[in-house]
């Protein structure tokens, strides 16, 4: 079993929808869990963290759920802009950081 | 304003021939990583530095080098690449090893022929 498992999708939705993504993690001893948008060919960039209380930035709200061992996405009011992928990432330990394989979302028109 | 770049952002180099990639950050961060990253998967963590402290992860190869000069520089060098090592190289830093963000720059693709 992977450490971090993600759906890899795609997920086609239409613009002004909600979607939601999960990300599973094997490891009960993880500190702390965090969000990334990568596009194609480029950088990953934070999204946001995930609190234990979950948390919302905008459009977006994340959520974590330590007895079931896995955190979620939501985004809401889908923009084309939003298409890419978004990479779960749990930091494990120290330096400790395991990146799922991403969910790729495709907004369309 | 950029806070983690890398230069250069694509770099092609000849099966064999050394390579060196940069980056430096203007977070004063005291932690500072290398990763590899290939089409469809996950980064892959090659070594990373606490301060001047280098820590190389298990399975990187003896290929892969790095060196810190100081806090806002970070270089991988690559001694003899083979056509495997054809990815994008990330970049990242955090301000602490546990419990906090990583910042990535923009990356560099490297092509080897």
């Known amino acids: 079993r992977k450490e971090v498992e993600q759906d890899p999708g795609p997920f086609n939705v239409p613009e002004g929808a909600t979607v939601a993504f999960n990300c599973t993690y094997s490891n009960s001893a993880s500190q702390s869990f965090f969000w990334y948008r990568q596009d194609c060919r480029k950088e990953p960039k934070l999204l946001m963290s995930v609190y234990s209380s979950g948390n919302e930035d905008g459009r977006f709200t994340a959520q974590l759920n330590r007895a079931s061992q896995y955190i979620s996405l939501l985004i809401r009011d889908s923009k084309l802009s939003d298409s890419a992928t978004y990479l779960c990432v749990v930091n494990t330990g120290t330096y400790k950081y395991i990146f799922g394989t991403g969910t790729r979302l495709k907004v369309l028109a | ?113």
Not at chain 2, 5 to 17: A, E, H, M, S, W
Not at chain 2, 25 to 44: F, G, I, R
Not at chain 2, 102 to 113: A, N, S
Request: aromatic share 14%; hydrophobic share 30%; glycine share 6%.
């Open chain 2, 1 to 113: 304003d950029a806070m983690v770049i890398q230069n250069p952002r694509y770099q092609v180099t000849q099966f064999g021939k050394p390579v060196t990639l940069s980056c430096s950050q203007t977070l004063n961060h005291n932690v500072m990583y290398w990763y590899q990253q290939k089409s469809s998967q996950a980064p892959k963590l090659l070594f990373h530095y606490y301060d001047k402290d280098f820590n190389n992860e298990a399975d990187t190869p003896d290929n892969f080098q790095s060196r810190r000069p100081n806090t806002s520089f970070c270089f991988l060098d690559i001694r003899s690449p083979g056509l495997g090592d054809a990815a994008m190289y990330l970049c990242a830093t955090s301000r602490d090893r546990v419990g906090v963000e990583q910042y990535f720059g923009p990356g560099t693709r490297l092509t080897v022929t």
